[in-house]
């Protein structure tokens, strides 16, 4: 069940993430390098020897080899430029770096300067992220006040409530008045806007009003045990500006809500002698 109010998710591009563990990886090996620097150049000599040696048989890039390269290099910066929004300069500064890798003049990173990446990564796209977010939440909320509306024009009988949610009472209940405070057993269907379901339960769920999203609560308050309602919430009822793992920003939600019962909350009254 998706209706308790969740954390924001707030995690690296898998691009950004990749290259900052690569940065990270790179000043972690530095300290090991010079323990293992003459294995190492035995190892290289070896090798060096045996290609002089087989001559003919060393391996070299066909056609096909550099063409598969050359489009691993757009995949990869378009990704980059993607997933960090690095403008033109960023991006020729990058592939400065890459010709400072052939050429040989720069092929790894000190410890230093693996720390100054790994903070410009993070805080990089940490931003990207934000700004992500307002662009989709600026979005949800113009979707969500233009479901509102069509809401109501398309229900006469909806009713707006001060709060902010607008719904219809479907069915009202034969049952006791449900109270903010109570416990109840409810089928429930979640959708946003455009029709996408989120989250639903036909079985029946039990839980206390007290423990579930503002708007979702106040619909069910509406009824008495037995009713349905169909109800907009929108995001300042629900799961506000930032969203949840489920739930992107500034979203209006749908709910088609059936009570099947309710209990009062226990009482904690001291008994009585």
Do not use: W
Not at 5 to 34: D, P, R
Not at 36 to 49: D, E, G, L
Not at 72 to 97: C, P, Y
């Amino acid at each position: 069940m998706k209706l308790f109010a969740g954390k924001t998710k707030s995690a690296l591009t898998l691009v950004a993430a990749t290259i900052l563990a690569l940065g990270t990886l790179t000043a972690c090996n530095k300290e090991t390098t010079q323990a293992q620097a003459s294995t190492t150049q035995t190892t290289q000599a070896q090798t060096a020897n045996n290609q002089t040696k087989e001559g003919d048989q060393s391996v070299t890039a066909t056609a096909e080899d550099l063409k598969n390269v050359s489009e691993l290099a757009i995949l990869v910066v378009n990704d980059l430029k993607t997933q960090l929004n690095l403008t033109d300069d960023e991006l020729k500064a990058f592939a400065e770096g890459v010709q400072k890798f052939v050429s040989g003049s720069a092929t790894e990173l000190n410890q230093e300067q693996a720390q100054a990446l790994t903070t410009y990564l993070n805080a990089r796209a940490q931003k990207v992220m934000l700004d992500n977010l307002a662009v989709q939440a600026e979005a949800n909320g113009k979707a969500g006040k233009e479901a509102m509306e069509k809401f109501a024009k398309d229900h006469p009988n909806a009713v707006k409530d001060e709060s902010g949610i607008i719904y219809v009472i479907e069915n009202q209940g034969k049952g006791e008045k449900i109270r903010a405070t109570d416990t109840v057993k409810v089928k429930y269907k979640g959708s946003f806007v455009d029709g996408r379901v989120f989250d639903e339960n036909q079985e029946g769920v039990e839980f206390p009003l007290n423990g579930v999203i503002p708007g979702f609560s106040e619909a069910i308050t509406k009824l008495n045990v037995g009713g349905k309602i169909l109800v907009l919430i929108p995001p300042q009822l629900a799961y506000g500006e930032r969203g949840n793992q489920a739930i992107p920003p500034r979203s209006t939600l749908q709910f088609e809500i059936e009570v099947l019962s309710a209990k009062p909350e226990a009482s904690t009254a001291p008994a009585s002698k």
